[in-house]
């Protein structure tokens, strides 16, 4: 909840710095504030830049460091005791989670927690991509407190379990560049998809169900390859993988690929391990009835399949397979998140969300929303909320700035098409004239010999005619 700022009669909000190097704590003890606004102020001096307060763009207190060390913080009365009382009104004032209700007596003070995090930030600020390297695994990713993203603006989520996809998110869970995500009709994996999608337009990002599973080949025997033990069910498609005797795992990869058409599945190598992934939703994989290349013999039978699903700590969850045994594998479909602008993605999950239905972690939360695409929910009402406001603007203008660029890039493609197409079309028109159209001057010419010779022929044969009638009077006289 967002907090009132007010810590009076002697109550204290107590916040502890703990050293990442083991070399002690810092207690720092905050009291006598009246607004959320003088409570950052406060925290800020108390603490001597050794934390830094502020309010997010929702209005919540955020403390932080840049060590990495945890940051433990409860509340204290005006004598230094934990009591109920002095949780209750403490989490009034911060939001910080210092009371159960739910228990009884000094019990309700409890305290609220952040462990340190490895934040990555570019030089010369090229968007970051991380990828899991030939001998990673996603749980290694998560110990970093790093999800895959693959391509620049491309976030993967891990599985969702069945019941968890069927939980519907509560409110304030999940928000994509900014934007809350709202959690209407989110009982099922589609559902979340296109709660996801519907906000695409101010987020500048789209969902899309997505599983992946691992297949490690590090006791597989692939010299047992071969075209009589080379097939298996991929998604319900009986697949021939059209593999013969010498063929490695290179081979193997591009098998997978060939039938990625009928199967929705695609393959890439990574060190030992072959990486299938599906953008369509879940993976299944079974043996084939005949010449299964997971059976006992075949070459990927000392294989393992692994995947991954997130519980409701945000703790992974490995589910890992033999290949023997894999007659009838199900991989878990979780979220993948991609932009449409080809932005960073940044994903902030609400104080009550379950991880669990999510499969996310959080990202470039304190992007404060600058890689979305909506202006018309912007607000200036603090000065987060007005930071946050020039960066979306700054990014609706280099949006606006890279269609302009691609349009006068068009136009250009066009105003060339159409210049060629004139030309094209004038030396047409002269090549039809000259095949078409008569040449007056030799027409002329032509006319004129004719009428010439016509006369001429006529006046022969009037010759002719006239020496008959000179003999016949001749005789005649």
Same mark, same amino acid.
């Given at each position: 909840m967002v907090g009132d700022g007010v810590l009076e009669n002697g109550n204290k909000l107590r916040i502890t710095v703990q050293a990442s190097d083991g070399s002690g704590n810092n207690v720092f003890?905050?009291?006598?504030t009246k607004s959320m606004q003088e409570l950052v102020d406060?925290? =800020? !001096?108390? !603490?001597?830049?050794?934390? %830094?307060?502020? $309010?997010?763009? %929702?209005?919540?207190?955020?403390?932080? =460091?840049?060590?990495?060390?945890?940051?433990v913080v409860d509340a204290v009365d005006s004598t230094g005791a934990v009591t109920a009382a002095a949780s209750a009104?403490?989490?009034?004032?911060?939001?910080?989670?210092?009371?159960?209700?739910?228990? @009884?007596?000094?019990?309700?003070?409890?305290?609220?927690?952040?462990?340190?995090?490895?934040?990555?930030?570019?030089?010369?600020?090229?968007?970051?991509?991380?990828?899991?390297?030939?001998?990673?695994?996603?749980? !290694?990713?998560?110990?970093?407190g790093f999800r895959e993203t693959g391509d620049v603006g491309t976030v993967k989520g891990v599985g969702l379990t069945s019941a968890a996809a069927a939980t519907r998110w509560n409110v304030g869970d999940l928000t994509i560049n900014g934007v809350q995500i709202d959690n209407s009709d989110t009982e099922s994996m589609q559902g979340k998809v296109n709660a996801v999608n519907r906000h695409s337009a101010d987020t500048g990002v789209v969902a899309n169900a997505y599983a992946s599973v691992a297949l490690d080949l590090s006791n597989a025997d $692939?010299?047992?390859?071969?075209?009589?033990?080379?097939?298996?069910?991929?998604?319900? @498609?009986?697949?021939?993988?059209?593999?013969?005797?010498?063929?490695?795992? !290179?081979?193997l990869v591009d098998a997978f690929n060939r039938n990625t058409d009928r199967t929705g599945v695609t393959a890439y190598l990574s060190g030992t391990r072959i990486m299938l992934e599906s953008d369509q939703g879940s993976?299944?994989?079974?043996?084939?009835?005949?010449?299964?290349?997971?059976?006992?013999?075949?070459?990927?039978?000392?294989?393992?399949?692994?995947?991954?699903?997130?519980?409701?700590t945000g703790a992974l969850t490995t589910s890992a397979w033999a290949a023997t045994s894999a007659s009838s594998l199900t991989v878990e479909a979780g979220l993948k998140l991609s932009s449409t602008n080809g932005q960073p993605i940044s994903i902030e999950l609400g104080i009550n969300a379950n991880p669990g239905t999510l499969g996310l972690m959080e990202a470039n939360s304190t992007a404060q929303g600058r890689f979305g695409t909506?202006?018309?929910?912007v607000s200036i009402d603090t000065a987060a909320n007005a930071q946050k406001a020039i960066g979306v603007i700054d990014n609706a203008l280099d949006t606006i700035n890279n269609i302009r660029a691609d349009l006068g890039a068009t136009n250009n %493609?066009?105003?060339?098409?159409?210049? =060629?197409?004139m030309s094209v079309t004038e030396n047409t028109a002269a090549a039809r004239s000259r095949i078409m159209d008569a040449d007056f001057a030799a027409e002329t010419a032509a006319l004129s010999r004719a009428q010439v010779l016509q006369q001429a022929s006529q006046a022969m044969l009037a010759q002719a005619n006239a020496q008959s009638q000179q003999v016949l009077q001749l005789l005649q006289g």
């Open positions: 003890n905050i009291t006598g406060k925290i =800020n !001096t108390v !603490t001597g830049g050794v934390l %830094r307060a502020d $309010l997010d763009s %929702r209005g919540f207190l955020a403390i932080s =460091n840049n060590t990495g060390s945890s940051i009104l403490v989490e009034r004032a911060t939001g910080f989670d210092v009371h159960d209700g739910t228990l @009884v007596g000094t019990a309700q003070a409890i305290s609220d927690s952040a462990e340190g995090q490895i934040i990555l930030t570019s030089v010369h600020g090229d968007p970051i991509s991380v990828s899991i390297g030939a001998t990673g695994t996603v749980e !290694t990713l998560q110990n970093l $692939l010299t047992a390859l071969s075209a009589n033990t080379d097939s298996l069910v991929i998604n319900g @498609v009986l697949v021939d993988l059209g593999l013969v005797s010498g063929d490695t795992s !290179t081979q993976i299944q994989i079974a043996a084939s009835s005949a010449n299964s290349i997971l059976s006992s013999g075949g070459a990927l039978s000392g294989a393992v399949f692994t995947s991954y699903v997130s519980d409701s909506a202006i018309a929910s %493609r066009l105003d060339f098409t159409i210049n =060629n197409l």
